[in-house]
């Protein structure tokens, strides 16, 4: 059973690439995306993609983050996992990214030398796909030391990833503090990629920053509700029930339901003409099947994951919720991005027409299947991390001195790098809209984040003065 | 309450630590500050000394809806025509083409990039594709743009178009205008005000030393040249002598959807019949 699902996955990856092949040889035509105003959609299944994954991703991983914070033991598995999750989920985010760009190659080359922050593309490849991601990656390896450590002597690579860890009160102590901050200082940064992504995703077409009423809160809420029913999925497929992500889920899906419904009233009666037109063609219009399959969807999936937090719960159960909750959340992303473009444009262009076409369906399979693979092999193989515990009683730490300077170091150079960077990459002090003053600083703004990111690697570690006095040498493991 | 002499070792030990970060923090904005200025050579910010506004202004009473412009439009700056398949699938590439009904028109209107003074595009845009020149135009650098589509999302007049696949023009290329770029495949291309045009004015009259009036200017660009009925005049708005800030004054002049607060320079002329 399992080595067939692990085959569909595989088989599916191989569609999507065969897809993206095709769409790599003869252009965007193979989608059906076409020009706005001439009848289409400049923006389709892949960005609503990419907003989806990306938002459940960010979710998963403020989850992960207060779970951190709260330094909740009972609940470090699930944690785990939802580093696991947001991993997997920006990993997918980035695929989407990646197949709806025209010129993907000139975009890597063109985004470090020329990002101009003033877009909000700057923040989606900065902080979202840049550093969040590697923020995640360091966080996961640090968090997972202590395994890596116990399976040091079979591979090299887990030496690596576990160097110079040493099961004492003191290491221990150490790695509940950087978890501890770490998890803090990670809690912004994924929060902000979450309202930037509701920023560029739940834009009106053709409104230039014209965001509806609640479209970056309802962006946030059910990029949220996506995470929580994914995480809750995981969570307890291995066979644990989480009851305050299970009441989260329950809690968030309501109110994706209201702040939905309150967006459409909204739009009725304002007394724009093409907002209207847009309402109308969601309530009793072109798309008004898939709105109303979306409050059908949220409603049950609101009730369902109601039932969820029982203990009785099975798989099935969660999985079913998780279906409903993302499908739910999935049109609710694709109705604001393609509707708008369809019948929402203030100038009398005619309505549109978006079905995706059997390319985009293929490379969204792929990626959904890739990023399930990576998830799952990350399970597999990482070990389970540590969550923060209160600070156990030992002997007062030495050596301190040398690992705080580095640490803040790291934090200070990082945060002067990425002023830096950014103030070169705005052009300040020079015309608006033009080039960064040097060429490539969007690279120094990220390498300044990076840096920080790297702090808290350096205060784990830089290995301690051996105490003296104490006597007691701390058993290393191999 | 009473220091003991642990608090002043910490003490110590933390003002070392501030002396120390104050140190770091100084180092690296003094490296940082050596290479900004080490960077002479990089592309200086244009000034926006020159008063130059170039605009359009479209008479509503005078356009016969012949067409003209579009087809001059596509000829001059190589504008591959679309197949059958691709119009079809409604991907044409028009750089000026027809409204079905703006406000102030009873019927079809033609309708350019609006070169607005605050345009959204530019706004977006993560790689500085589009731009704003000294003069007002939104221009574009084909080979920059990354094909993400943001500003055909953002433009609220829905006059930027994206090469979905590869352009194809029929017999041989040698009959595409060499002062044009063609756009490869995943860009997104628009109206650029015949600035090649206006660039090649403004070089004459640099040679020949003489001003450049405003009758070279006003039939300047492809669809203004290629008008029959003299409805779509060029210029400077900056320029209250020219013909083109004259007519922007009438108060027959209305803009395009004043209220997305982009103030574009292509004003028209409502009609009046």
């Known amino acids: 059973m399992k080595r067939a699902a692990i085959g569909f996955l595989l088989a599916l990856v191989a569609v999507g690439a065969y897809a993206w092949a095709q769409q790599c040889i003869h252009g965007d035509a193979v989608t059906d995306l076409r020009t706005i105003g001439a009848g289409g959609a400049v923006w389709g299944l892949y960005v609503v ?377 705005a052009g300040l002090a020079s015309a608006p809209f033009l080039d960064p003053i040097l060429s490539g600083s969007p690279l120094i703004f990220l390498a300044g984040l990076f840096l920080m990111v790297l702090a808290p690697v350096a205060y784990e570690l830089i290995p301690e003065r051996k105490a003296r006095g104490h006597g007691v040498s701390p058993p290393h493991l191999p | 309450m009473k220091r003991g002499p642990l608090d002043d070792d910490v003490r110590d030990s933390r003002r070392k630590l501030l002396a120390g970060l104050a140190a770091s923090a100084a180092g690296a904005l003094a490296g940082c500050t050596r290479a900004m200025a080490a960077q002479s050579t990089a592309p200086v910010a244009a000034t926006s000394g020159s008063r130059r506004r170039w605009g359009l202004v479209i008479d509503l009473d005078r356009c016969a809806r012949c067409g003209g412009c579009v087809v001059a439009c596509q000829q001059e700056n190589n504008v591959a025509p679309a197949g059958s398949d691709a119009a079809a699938r409604m991907r044409p590439i028009h750089w000026m083409d027809f409204l079905p009904a703006a406000p102030g028109s009873s019927s079809a209107t033609p309708i350019p990039c609006m070169h607005c003074e605050d345009p959204p595009c530019v706004k977006v845009c993560p790689v500085g594709a589009t731009y704003k020149t000294e003069e007002g135009i939104t221009a574009q650098i084909w080979e920059r743009c990354i094909g993400c589509r943001y500003c055909m999302v953002a433009c609220p007049y829905a006059r930027r178009y994206f090469n979905w696949s590869e352009p194809r023009w029929p017999g041989d290329v040698s009959s595409l205008n060499p002062d044009v770029a063609p756009r490869p495949r995943g860009v997104v291309e628009k109206c650029t005000l015949c600035h090649h045009r206006i660039r090649a004015a403004l070089e004459r009259a640099r040679v020949d030393e003489e001003p450049l009036t405003d009758e070279t200017l006003r039939r300047l660009p492809a669809c203004a040249q290629s008008c029959p009925t003299l409805a779509i005049t060029f210029g400077d708005l900056a320029d209250p002598e020219s013909e083109v800030a004259r007519l922007a004054a009438s108060p027959r002049a209305v803009r395009l959807l004043p209220e997305a607060g982009t103030r574009p320079k292509v004003i028209y002329l409502r009609e009046t019949k």
Request: aromatic share 10%; net charge positive.
């Open chain 1, 49 to 425: 993609g990419d907003g989806f994954f990306a938002s459940a991703a960010l979710a998963s991983l403020v989850v992960a983050c207060v779970i951190r914070v709260r330094r909740s033991r009972e609940m470090g598995n699930a944690a785990q996992i939802a580093l696991l999750l947001g991993l997997a989920g920006l990993l997918a985010s980035l695929g989407c990214v990646l197949a709806d760009l025209g010129r993907p190659m000139a975009a890597m080359v063109n985004l470090p030398l020329f990002g101009r922050p003033r877009s909000p593309f700057f923040g989606t490849f900065t902080l979202v796909a840049g550093v969040s991601l590697f923020a995640t990656v360091v966080h996961l390896a640090l968090a997972t030391r202590p395994g890596w450590a116990e399976r040091a002597q079979t591979a090299w690579l887990w030496r690596l990833v576990a160097c110079g860890w040493q099961q004492t009160a003191s290491a221990t102590r150490r790695r509940g503090r950087v978890d501890f901050w770490v998890s803090l200082a990670l809690l912004p940064l994924f929060l902000g990629g979450l309202v930037i992504l509701g920023v560029v995703f739940g834009v009106r077409a053709g409104r230039p920053a014209w965001q509806g009423e609640f479209e970056v809160v309802t962006f946030v809420v059910s990029g949220c509700a996506a995470g929580c029913s994914l995480l809750a999925l995981a969570t307890r497929a291995s066979r644990q029930v989480s009851v305050p992500l299970a009441r989260a889920l329950a809690g968030l899906t309501g109110l994706t339901v209201l702040l939905v419904v309150s967006g459409e009233i909204l739009a009725l009666r304002t007394p724009y003409p093409s907002v209207q037109r847009y309402a109308r063609a969601l309530l009793d219009g072109a798309w008004s099947n898939l709105f109303w399959a979306e409050l059908v969807l949220f409603f049950v999936a609101a009730i369902s994951s109601l039932a969820t937090w029982r203990k009785t719960a099975s798989v099935v159960w969660a999985a079913t919720t998780t279906l409903l909750v993302c499908t739910a959340v999935f049109i609710e992303r694709f109705l604001v991005l393609v509707a708008w473009q369809t019948h929402g444009l203030g100038l009398p262009w005619p309505a549109g027409v978006y079905h995706p076409s059997g390319v985009e369906w293929s490379v969204l399979a792929g990626v959904v299947a890739a990023a399930v693979l990576v998830f799952l092999l990350l399970t597999k193989v990482c070990p389970a991390g540590t969550a923060a515990s209160p600070e156990p009683a030992g002997p007062a730490p030495t050596g301190r001195r040398l690992r705080l300077l580095v640490t803040a170091a790291c934090l200070i150079l990082g945060l002067a790098a990425a002023g830096v960077g950014l103030a070169l990459s």
